[in-house]
Nanobody, 123 residues
Framework: QVQLVESGGGLVQAGGSLRLSCAAS????????MAWFRQAPGKEREFVAD????????YYSDSVKGRFTISRDNAKNTLYLQMNSLKPDDTAVYYC????????????????WGQGTQVTVSS
């Protein structure tokens, strides 16, 4: 079975940083594009960032560009999201997701999802 498990969420003040991790199992991690999505209360699930299987290509939503960095360690089957300069609007449940294709950034293209980790940014 495919399993994606997020960790690293928590409570942080505005301007602070967090690093999220997503541990993957049950799939050939290096051939999957990976992405982070988030969902805030009362809002739709939102694309945050993605990364190609090799790690050679990345893409960010405008709302996080310049503040967040997506990376992966294929030897450890782990995806990361470094979040800096956090804002209250970043408060959400953050999910990692896996796709066989890179660059298709709607939720429907991701066949595997983690359970999410809560990020709360206080003002």
């Amino acid at each position: 079975q495919v399993q994606l498990v997020e960790s690293g969420g928590g409570l942080v003040q505005a301007g602070g940083s967090l690093r999220l991790s997503c541990a993957a199992s049950g799939l050939t991690f290096s051939i999957y594009a990976m992405a982070w999505f988030r969902q805030a209360p009362g809002k739709e699930r939102e694309f945050v960032a993605d990364i190609s299987g090799s790690g050679g290509s990345t893409y960010y939503s405008d709302s996080v560009k310049g503040r967040f960095t997506i990376s992966r360690d294929n030897a450890k089957n782990t995806l990361y999201l470094q979040m800096n300069s956090l804002k209250p609007d970043d408060t959400a449940v953050y999910y990692c997701a896996a796709s066989r294709l890179y660059g298709l950034r709607a939720s429907r293209h991701y066949g595997h999802w983690g359970q999410g980790t809560q990020v709360t940014v206080s003002s």
